[in-house]
């Protein structure tokens, strides 16, 4: 069975822009949730969606949005981007909210 | 708001010497789960614990749900080289029912 795959694996940005990643879970897994890990902060919840819907949602500003689409592919934007914001972002499915994670191997955002 | 605090932050232990983590939660689980992530990697499933009280073995490695559902431990017996990496525990919050990742405990295992 393939794992989580994330696109693109490293990313380089300018303060103002604005970015899109994208998340393949594991076939059959409906749920999926972003984190955000960073040296100082650890590994912070973003967002999860489940079929479609965002199910629950982090303490984030609103530049961070996500969405899931009908294949449970999911795609997380970034706008108006910070030098803190600089940080590998980890997709992570399972079947269920309450099911093991199965993370992807992270898109490491750098912000210039 | 809801935390999960992990301690140590970081052990250095001699190859062969047994280590445990904690995590301690401000407020009652639902679930724990524990991962390991390499570095350079990321996190990797280890485990699930959903009753309170319950313990479950993984060759050498023990992991513990408190009673109250609000503490956990992983403890691993005889170190080995192979160990090393950061621990995290993640508990889902029983009220808003997300993943609170607790600090990490990163192992150094000295050959």
């Known amino acids: 069975k393939a794992g989580v795959t994330q696109t693109p694996r490293y990313l380089i940005k300018t303060r103002g822009q604005q970015v899109t990643l994208s998340c393949s879970p594991i076939s059959g897994h409906r749920s999926v949730s972003w984190y955000q890990q960073t040296p100082g902060q650890g590994l912070q919840f973003l967002f999860e969606?489940?079929?479609?819907?965002?199910?629950n949602k982090g303490n984030f500003p609103g530049r961070f949005s996500g969405r899931q689409f009908s294949n449970s592919r999911s795609e997380m934007n970034v706008s108006t981007l910070e030098l803190g914001d600089s940080a590998l972002y980890l997709c992570?499915?399972?079947?269920?909210?309450?099911?093991?994670?199965?993370f992807g191997p992270g898109t490491r955002l750098t912000v210039t | 708001g809801q935390q999960v605090m992990q301690i140590p932050q970081y052990q250095h232990v001699q190859e062969g010497e047994d280590f445990t983590t904690y995590c301690n939660s401000s407020t009652t689980l639902s679930n724990i789960q524990w991962y390991k992530q390499r570095p350079g990697g990321h996190p990797v499933f280890l485990i699930q614990l959903v009753k309170s009280g319950e313990v479950k073995k993984q060759k050498r490695l023990t992991f513990q749900f408190g009673e109250a559902k609000k503490n956990s431990s992983l403890h691993i017996t005889a170190t080995q080289t192979t160990d090393v990496g950061t621990y995290f525990c993640a508990g889902l919050t029983s009220g808003t029912y997300k993943y609170i990742f607790g600090t990490g405990t990163r192992l150094k295992v000295l050959a």
């Open positions: 992570a499915s399972s079947l269920n909210r309450d099911d093991e994670q199965y």
């Open positions: 969606y489940f079929s479609e819907t965002q199910r």
